[in-house]
């Protein structure tokens, strides 16, 4: 097993690298960070100018740029110059790190409960009053634009706070900027109270889809042979949908979850965005609006490094799932 | 697709073995239906489908018709500002006095026709690059794959902010950049249906024949895999419209003047409990044009692969 884990992570070396190549090639494109300050009125020396190309390595050929980027990331673990000299990339990516992850982790295992509760409870009740209604609910929600239902998840806190005078749900931000209570406790139940509205937003998108999946893959397995054969033995239905149906029903999921992270990762930059929280998509936007290259260098690493390791999880996880699958 | 023929009886509509000698000497009457004639009649059965296909084309016809004949152009400012619906303005007007169905009428157009363009874009760089992958295999198949992983692994969303703007945030751009990284998810199922029909017998009796790679690609595969393309087309339309108006909501999609639903909920976001209409109306044309797009897809996935549905009548 912790052979199989190190092979992946070496496997997954030059899949990063490949990304990121494809990457750098594309940021080239995408604009010149030297825009603004181009731009800037009065103009400013053509000395500056040179400086900051040089900072930002613009004087050297692109291949050159890229191997500098990798050289001083694997060595130094320096992630390249941003365009505003004073901000440290890795440094500012690190902070808001743990500020996306938790929100994208929780959603996912919430995500995930309800899809599997439902798809469970649809396909075995499959048309009945319930099984429709959940459908009805997985259609909606597919269609539903994240960032709409994330305004209106929002404006419900902000009417609920107001229509009862209390503070029950906070809309703005990842935490408290002024805490009175600052005890361990405290700063955890100002984060969770933060948490609340943004992780459900981001978790209704991905339980449509999952939900609708987990019933088809669970209807499969109910109309499975070994399925019948277990209901002939006689044994109870609970232990025949539990132990035989749901845990090979599970294993569809596990793909389909691992593959939807990389989509997660962009909602999160939406919901950031609409509960203005600091997190890695706030900085994401703003490097892209800045022409900020290795700073989107940055977080297309530390997303595709996320991405990766949910894809060695859900692999690990098969193995549990199904005992035929043994990892050496 | 004319030389993938089954007759069916017309009253059961149920798939008979072909008669060698036609159809002329049985006493039923039988027609002779190619697959997309069967296909289709399928779809026609699918009460939800056609609904939603004929609420669909009405919207689209809104779109582009609509602001043709309204009286207000989306640029047009009238003197009633902050304004609820009413007969004048159906949807109301936002705080600079702009009707804002002439607005939605005109988000909705813009949407409207990035999705498409984004589904149309996918699926023909999806086809070719599936279609190559899955027939020549090799080397030029473990690179087209392994790119299109690479491209899955990155946020679309990302890339699209990054890369939208290169043309100044035109339409087109937009949805040539969000068709081209949607073109990998067309590309891995086209690649399975072509690996698996490439070492079927009826292709390789072609290749006995004589036929060419380009016969046997344009008559043998690319029909037989139509069904799973249009399938993902008319999907993609829908996700399509979602990420055009993502992409519009976070400041990367169409820009002011023009607009775009995203964009309509962006402006209206902060007058959700003053001025509710302008957040509701744009917000609603979006889940209808992917709710009813995703019913279509569903209903189109039923016609053409009638096997799938035997667990649901």
Not at chain 2, 137 to 150: E, N, P, Q, W
């Amino acid at each position: 097993m912790l052979a199989y884990v190190i092979r992946r992570i070496f496997v997954s070396i030059p899949i990063l690298i490949g990304s990121t190549i494809l990457v750098f090639i594309m940021v080239k494109f995408s604009g010149d960070p030297l825009e603004g300050l181009k731009m800037r009125n009065p103009p400013p020396p053509r000395q500056t100018i040179l400086n900051e190309e040089h900072r930002l390595r613009l004087d050297k050929p692109v291949w050159e740029q890229y191997w500098l980027w990798l050289k001083g990331l694997v060595l130094h673990g320096d992630f390249g110059p941003s365009v505003h000299g004073n901000i440290n990339i890795g440094h500012e990516l690190g902070d808001r790190l743990f500020v996306t992850l938790r929100l994208v982790v929780l959603s996912v295992l919430i995500a995930l409960i309800f899809a599997v509760i439902t798809g469970v409870v649809s396909a075995v009740k499959q048309y009945s009053a319930t099984d429709y209604s959940f459908t009805f609910l997985g259609f909606l929600f597919l269609a539903m634009p994240s960032f709409w239902f994330a305004i209106l998840l929002k404006s419900a806190g902000i009417a609920y706070n107001q229509a009862t005078g209390t503070e029950a749900f906070f809309t703005i931000g990842e935490k408290s900027v002024l805490l009175t209570d600052d005890s361990g406790w405290g700063q955890f139940k100002d984060i969770a109270g933060h948490m609340v509205l943004p992780t459900i937003s981001l978790a209704l998108i991905s339980y449509a889809a999952w939900s609708r999946f987990q019933r088809a893959s669970m209807l499969e397995v109910l109309n499975s042979d070994y399925v019948r054969l277990a209901r002939a033995k006689g044994l109870r239905s609970r232990q025949v949908l539990v132990r035989h149906a749901l845990r090979t029903a599970l294993i569809p999921l596990t793909t389909v979850t691992a593959l939807d992270i990389a989509a997660l990762l962009g909602g999160a930059v939406i919901t950031e965005m609409v509960f203005q929280w600091h997190g890695l998509g706030d900085y994401l936007l703003r490097s892209i609006r800045d022409h900020d290259a290795y700073a989107m260098m940055g977080w297309l690493l530390v997303s595709a490094i996320i991405v990766i390791v949910f894809n060695l999880i859900a692999d690990l996880l098969y193995s549990v799932l199904d005992p035929r699958i043994r990892y050496e | 697709m004319s030389e993938i023929r089954a007759s069916s009886v017309t009253t059961s509509g149920a798939p008979q073995p072909t008669s060698p000698t036609g159809a002329a000497d049985r006493e039923f009457t039988v027609k002779e239906r190619s697959q997309l004639q069967q296909a289709f009649r399928r779809f026609l059965r699918h009460r939800l489908a056609v609904l939603s296909l004929v609420l669909f084309i009405l919207i689209v016809l809104l779109a582009f018709v609509g602001p043709l004949i309204w009286k207000y152009k989306y640029t047009d400012i009238t003197p009633d500002n902050s304004q609820p619906p009413s007969p004048a303005h159906p949807f109301g007007t936002d705080s600079l006095g702009h009707d804002w169905f002439a607005q939605v009428l005109r988000g909705l157009q813009q949407s409207v026709k990035v999705a498409l363009c984004i589904a149309i874009v996918a699926s023909t760089l999806g086809v070719v690059w599936g279609g190559v992958s899955g027939y020549y295999r090799g080397i030029s198949d473990s690179v087209l794959m392994r790119l299109a992983d690479l491209i899955l692994t990155i946020p679309a969303i990302a890339l699209a902010a990054a890369l939208g703007n290169i043309g100044g945030g035109t339409w087109w751009m937009i949805a040539l950049v969000l068709g081209g990284l949607s073109a990998p998810l067309v590309a891995r199922a086209v690649r399975g249906v072509v690996l698996s029909l490439r070492e079927q017998e009826f292709v390789e009796a072609a290749r006995a024949l004589g036929a060419s790679d380009r016969w046997i690609i344009l008559r043998h595969l690319v029909p037989n895999a139509f069904a799973v393309v249009i399938v993902y087309a008319t999907l993609l339309v829908a996700t399509g419209i979602l990420s055009e108006t993502a992409l519009s909501f976070i400041g990367f999609g169409v820009h002011p003047p023009d607009t775009s639903l995203g964009l309509l909920i962006y402006q209206a976001q902060s007058a959700v409990q003053t001025r509710p209409w302008l957040f509701y109306f744009p917000g609603l044309f979006i889940i209808l044009i992917a709710l009813t797009v995703n019913f279509i897809g569903d209903g189109l996935r039923d016609a053409f692969d009638p096997r799938q549905t035997r667990q649901r009548r």
